[in-house]
């Protein structure tokens, strides 16, 4: 049995559990728009350890997705340190950055971002294209992920032929398939209705159960409760960190929710 699990676990995630996976350390980052400069994070210090699922909450223009574009090597902050599994992130040049991106970090966004004329298994097997498999191996990585998210019978069809739900799957399923050691999700409900988004947390809590890491950003108290440990951000600093208690269930919540039928 335990050793099920385990391999549960490799296969959404290079991690194991416990290990730190970040830290941050005295982070600020300023905008500079020329005449003005935007002091968007006010020194932020954060840990977050293997298997966590953090949701990370505040009003907007708090800073939210400023972090999270540092913690997903998108951006750099103006001073501070940020380690990644115990790499110094901000000693990296832009190539090893699009490397580390492409290998410890899954992005899921709130506008799905696939590629439009571009099938489901396509779209993820798209970032696999860096790891220099031969192209069956690839297809069964993008194929299992995508079986993962509960969308194995709809490999074939295009974005503009699935819900704004399927699609969000397909999104999770490209920033799983190559196995990240931390999930990025920045509001990615903030496009999905009530169910729709109950759903996607049912997954989300379903991968954090196998092992998986995962960093949420929204600003809707609702869905930030679905997660482990809630982080709140005003005026650029962390104003808040406590765990959830007597967090739902997503899967048992769809169970009281009414489908929706056509
Ligand atoms: P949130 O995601 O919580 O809404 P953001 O991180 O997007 O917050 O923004 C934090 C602050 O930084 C805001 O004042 C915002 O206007 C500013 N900001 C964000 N991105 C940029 C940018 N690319 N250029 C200039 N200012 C920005
Ligand atoms: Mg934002």
Not at 2 to 7: C, I, R
Not at 38 to 51: F, M, Y
Not at 190 to 205: A, P
Not at 216 to 230: G, K, M, S
Request: with cysteine; glycine share 8%.
């Amino acid at each position: 049995m335990a050793s099920m699990v385990q391999a549960e676990v490799r296969e959404v995630s290079s991690r194991s559990e416990g290990d730190l996976l970040i830290r941050v350390e005295d982070v600020h980052k300023y905008y500079d728009l020329g005449e003005t400069k935007v002091h968007a994070l006010r020194g932020v210090d954060l840990e977050i350890g293997g298997g966590e699922f953090v949701a990370i909450m505040g009003a907007s223009g708090s800073g939210k997705s400023t972090f999270m574009n540092l913690l997903g090597c998108l951006d750099k902050p103006t001073s501070g340190r940020y380690f990644l599994e115990g790499t110094d992130v901000a000693g990296l040049d832009k190539k090893e950055l699009a490397a580390i991106r492409n290998r410890k970090l899954g992005f899921v966004f709130q506008g799905f971002n696939l590629l439009a004329r571009t099938t489901a298994l396509e779209n993820v097997e798209l970032p696999t294209l860096y790891a220099q498999l031969p192209k069956p191996e690839r297809l069964e990585l993008a194929q299992r992920a995508l079986e993962m998210v509960g969308l194995g019978e709809r490999m074939g069809h295009f974005p503009s032929q699935l819900s704004g739900g399927q699609q969000q799957r397909v999104a999770i399923a490209r920033a799983l398939v190559n196995r990240p050691s931390i999930l990025l999700a920045d509001e990615p409900t903030g496009n999905l209705d009530s169910r729709t988004s109950v759903e996607i947390l049912d997954i989300f809590q379903d991968l954090n159960d196998q092992g998986l890491t995962i960093a949420l950003v929204t600003h809707e108290p609702d869905i930030a409760h679905y997660a482990r440990r809630v982080i709140v951000f005003r005026d650029g600093k962390i104003r808040r960190d406590e765990p959830v208690l007597d967090r739902p269930r997503a899967a048992e919540v769809l169970r009281t929710l009414p489908t929706l039928e056509d």
